[in-house]
């Protein structure tokens, strides 16, 4: 159209499996751990969208180009600041956690980008990012984004005994990892409680925080399963394995998925990274924090994981440990074998 501003997008940018986090206050640490078990493990060129801070924008490169080579050419990251495009800014800022409800405005901000995976800052990958990823192709012609129930049983569930709001299913569904295809969620028609007909996803965002805002505890995840309640169609949802959280052992083990496949990606909500609450959470934030990039995956990983774990055991989450380990030695199995090919192809002469 005339006057139109075009968006040219970058040929990589279609390579990419596309990973965005938000990052305020004292989470450089938590999202940087998080970026590189993202990277150690996954095959795909990534990028990585970050949203934080001011402050944190120079640490965030300077950390990042401190990565060695052989890593750094396997992602492209953009930081960007934080910003709301509907409403007002201040109190989406202080909805729940500081900028947490950044996430609803990626599908206004990112124009360009047609799929992303969001995650906290909490989250650690445990396999590739490319098996999620692929989720996207199984999305039927209505759904537009995937998240994991908040809880497999409703009696134990926080939505199912205490919500105040609607939300989406048995037990709610939990934001902290959702696969978006944006070009979908930007082109819907969304129903609402507000209006008779439907509105867009920026149109409904303010009107729907204003009605809910007295009822919601967990701020941007509330709405999200309030979106959801009303438009079921529109939902993907993963196993329990996808977003495996403190409450899938600590009161017992609930999820089944979990126990057959291995824990996919890790997310330690609660804090229990930075306390003595659930051991076995922080003994895996700590050895990919520590891991040096260039060393072997399983003596500088796995078996000092495994070490850490003996410690855990008489803890509920801890007394499962193959649940944390399946899928992390399955995948370095995999990348080791991937090296041993390379590096023999590379040095083979005929």
């Known amino acids: 159209k005339p006057g139109e501003q075009k968006h040219p997008k970058e040929p990589s940018s279609l390579q990419?499996?596309?990973l965005a986090v938000v990052a305020?206050?004292?989470?450089?640490?938590?999202?940087?751990?998080?970026?590189?078990s993202a990277v150690l493990f996954s095959n795909r060129r990534l990028c990585f969208h970050i949203f934080a801070e001011d402050s944190l924008k120079p640490e965030f490169e300077k950390k990042l180009k401190e990565w060695p080579s052989s890593y750094t050419k396997k992602f492209e990251s953009n930081i960007y600041p934080i910003t709301f495009s509907v409403g007002n800014a201040q109190e989406w800022k202080k909805l729940f956690k500081p900028c947490a409800a950044q996430r609803l405005f990626l599908p206004v901000i990112l124009k360009d980008v047609d799929s992303l995976l969001y995650v906290d800052t909490d989250v650690l990958f445990l396999r590739p990012i490319d098996d999620i990823w692929h989720t996207l192709k199984e999305f039927n012609s209505t759904q537009l984004a995937a998240?994991?129930?908040?809880?497999?049983?409703?009696k134990i569930g926080w939505y199912s005994r205490f919500a105040r709001h609607p939300y989406y299913g048995t037990t709610g569904v939990n934001s902290g990892v959702m696969l978006m295809n944006l070009t979908r969620i930007r082109s819907t028609q969304f129903k609402n409680s507000m209006i008779p007909g439907g509105l867009t996803w920026e149109e409904m965002l303010y009107p729907l925080y204003q009605k809910y805002k007295n009822y919601i505890t967990w701020g941007d995840q509330d709405l999200l399963n309030i979106i959801?309640?009303?438009?079921?169609e529109c939902l993907y949802v993963f196993p329990c394995q996808w977003n495996y959280r403190?409450?899938?052992c600590?009161?017992?083990?609930?999820?089944?998925?979990?126990?057959?496949?291995?824990?996919?990606?890790?997310?330690?909500?609660?804090?229990?990274?930075?306390?003595?609450?659930?051991p076995t959470f922080k003994a895996l934030y700590e050895v990919i924090r520590d891991f040096p990039f260039e060393d072997n995956l399983f003596q500088s990983l796995y078996y000092p994981l495994q070490t850490k774990f003996l410690d855990t055991v008489h803890t509920l989450c801890g007394r499962i440990p193959q649940v944390f380990l399946k899928q992390i030695e399955k995948t370095m199995k995999k990348v080791y074998e991937n090296r041993v090919i390379v590096y023999l192809g590379a040095n083979h002469r005929y």
């Open 250 to 278: 600590m009161y017992g083990s609930n999820c089944r998925g979990a126990e057959e496949e291995g824990v996919s990606i890790l997310h330690g909500n609660r804090g229990v990274y930075h306390d003595d609450k659930q």
């Open 147 to 154: 998240m994991a129930p908040e809880h497999e049983i409703p």
């Open 24 to 36: 305020c206050g004292d989470r450089l640490e938590e999202t940087l751990i998080m970026l590189k």
């Open 228 to 232: 959801f309640y009303f438009n079921p």
């Open 16 to 18: 990419c499996m596309h």
């Open 246 to 248: 403190p409450d899938h």
